[in-house]
Nanobody, 114 residues
Framework: QVALQESGGGLVQAEGSLRLSCDAS???????MGWYRQAPGEPREWVAR???????NYADSVKGRFTIYRFDAKNTVYLQMNNLRPEDTAVYYC?????????WGQGTQVTVSS
């Protein structure tokens, strides 16, 4: 059974940093992995993506501040978040895609205080 488990969320002051981790199990490799986030009362939005070839894409709102990377030997993807802003406060979800199938983690809360 495929499972994605996020960790690394928490409370941080504005301009601080956090690193989120997502450990995948039950699957050899995803075609692409990424991060989404959802703030209270808002729809879930895409944040960043990395393909199995290492190509990365970012939402404009996080470009230059967030970095996504993966460690294939551990089937793990990371999201390094720097210069955090209060508007980055949300539940962050790990996403994995293989073929036509999408997989989601349970989410980890990130709260940025001003």
């Amino acid at each position: 059974q495929v499972a994605l488990q996020e960790s690394g969320g928490g409370l941080v002051q504005a301009e601080g940093s956090l690193r989120l981790s997502c450990d995948a199990s039950g699957i050899f490799r995803f075609n692409a992995m990424g991060w989404y986030r959802q703030a209270p009362g808002e729809p879930r939005e895409w944040v960043a993506r990395i393909t199995d070839e290492g190509r990365t894409n970012y939402a404009d709102s996080v470009k230059g501040r967030f970095t996504i990377y993966r460690f294939d030997a551990k089937n793990t993807v990371y999201l390094q978040m720097n210069n955090l802003r209060p508007e980055d406060t949300a539940v962050y979800y790990c996403h994995g895609k293989r073929g036509e199938y999408d997989y989601w983690g349970q989410g980890t809360q990130v709260t940025v205080s001003s």
